[in-house]
């Protein structure tokens, strides 16, 4: 993909090209990026590219005759005729899908404007497509043309990683975004909503797509006006005004609530009876903090199944084994279970193995 982008400012153009994954991509060969300086196809002394209107007002006008010299000298540089896109804020308004057809061209020349905009010659002769970025007035086209280069090169088939353009994809419901969280588990007062840490993947969907549409209700209901989204939002979230179920309300301030607890220089969100809180946490550590606590003389590898078995039910199920279930879900016999955690399989077992407090656990 070429970008051969016309300005009288290609300076501006410096470090947006130099940092980050679009230098990588640059530095590929995945697309490249001509910056025509319009001035170097000006013929007086002072390389003047602008002049006062016709028929009077405020401001200047560019010149048509730097800027068609620019267009045909790339003609001249390629075979390739590009694609001439003009970015003004009279334009068509640039949508992702607009960007998905761009993606698919090999060449496309940005044109800059400057000044109060173009001699309407040079666009009727030689601009194919007039685009604006959104309905605000800039100084000119530069920062448009940064846009359109950004979020076209990010669409090409190998600027990000395999992974993260299947993301994309199957994320773009026409929806916005749900919140995102990283470590630490709790930020000045704030925990992480609890689900998160469950380890649970379909959990974690359902609750990020109703986050996704309550955003969206929220802040831009336009979006929900396609029939199948507008029913499939009403059916997780309920119509619009209706209070919340209370499993999706949103989680406010209990979070000042959790405590966390150190061992070894590591810390751990806990719950108020030392149950871990994120199974992201579970480490060696925890495991030997807890046998501290427990009084268990030594880690067997009994007591590694035993854990393993536990956890691999809660990832499946999204929940800790109940007690009652514990030797169906291990295969131990409860007497066992017994010996290796004396205080049992709820407070020794669970805890040991980062799961949450069962259910029916004293
Ligand atoms: C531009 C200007 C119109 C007064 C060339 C502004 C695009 N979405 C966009 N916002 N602003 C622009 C843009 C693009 C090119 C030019 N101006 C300034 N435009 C009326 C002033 C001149």
């Known amino acids: 993909m070429i970008f051969d982008v016309l300005t009288i400012f290609p300076g501006l153009f410096a470090s947006f090209l130099a940092e980050s994954l679009l230098a990588k991509a640059l530095a590929k060969g995945l697309l490249t990026v001509n910056l025509i300086d319009l001035r170097d196809f000006t013929s007086d002394p002072h390389r003047t590219v602008d002049d006062r209107p016709y028929g009077g007002g405020p401001g200047m006008v560019m010149k048509p005759e730097p800027l068609a010299l620019a267009l045909e000298s790339r003609l001249k540089a390629s075979q390739e005729p590009a694609r001439v896109i003009y970015l003004t804020p009279a334009g068509h308004t640039l949508t992702q899908k607009k960007l998905?057809?761009?993606?698919?061209?090999?060449?496309?020349?940005?044109?800059?404007?400057?000044?109060?905009?173009?001699?309407?010659?040079?666009?009727?002769?030689?601009?194919?497509?007039?685009?604006?970025?959104?309905?605000?007035?800039?100084?000119g086209g530069e920062v448009p043309a940064m846009?359109?280069?950004?979020?076209?090169?990010?669409?090409?088939?190998?600027?990000?990683?395999q992974g993260e353009s299947l993301i994309e994809e199957s994320h773009s419901h026409g929806l916005l975004e749900h919140p995102h969280y990283t470590r630490p588990p709790v930020f000045r007062g704030l925990a992480?909503?609890?689900?998160?840490?469950?380890?649970?993947?379909?959990?974690?969907?359902?609750?990020?797509?109703?986050?996704?549409?309550a955003k969206t209700r929220r802040v831009r209901p336009d979006l929900l006006a396609r029939p199948e989204l507008e029913a499939e939002t009403v059916a997780v979230l309920g119509r619009p005004g209706a209070p919340l179920a209370d499993h999706k309300a949103p989680q406010k301030e209990l979070r000042a609530l959790m405590k966390t607890v150190e061992f070894n220089g590591s810390t751990y969100p806990v719950d108020d009876e030392g149950f871990l809180l994120d199974a992201e946490l579970w480490d060696p550590n925890w495991v030997e903090m807890i046998r501290v606590n427990e009084d268990i003389d030594e880690i067997t590898d009994d007591h590694q199944e035993l854990m393993r078995l536990l956890r691999a039910h809660h990832q499946e199920r999204g929940l800790p084994p109940r007690v009652r279930d514990m030797t169906m879900v291990t295969g131990f016999k409860l007497k066992f279970i017994y010996e290796l955690f004396p205080?049992?399989?709820?407070?020794g077992a669970c805890k040991m193995a980062g799961l949450p407090k069962p259910e029916g656990c004293a």
């Open 192 to 213: 992480v909503p609890q689900i998160l840490l469950s380890g649970h993947h379909a959990q974690v969907a359902a609750y990020r797509l109703g986050e996704s549409m």
């Open 147 to 161: 846009v359109v280069i950004e979020a076209v090169a990010r669409l090409l088939p190998g600027f990000l990683g």
């Open 100 to 139: 998905r057809q761009l993606a698919t061209l090999p060449k496309i020349a940005l044109v800059c404007g400057r000044y109060e905009g173009m001699d309407q010659r040079f666009l009727d002769l030689m601009v194919d497509e007039e685009l604006s970025i959104g309905d605000y007035v800039l100084n």
């Open 343 to 347: 205080s049992g399989p709820g407070k």
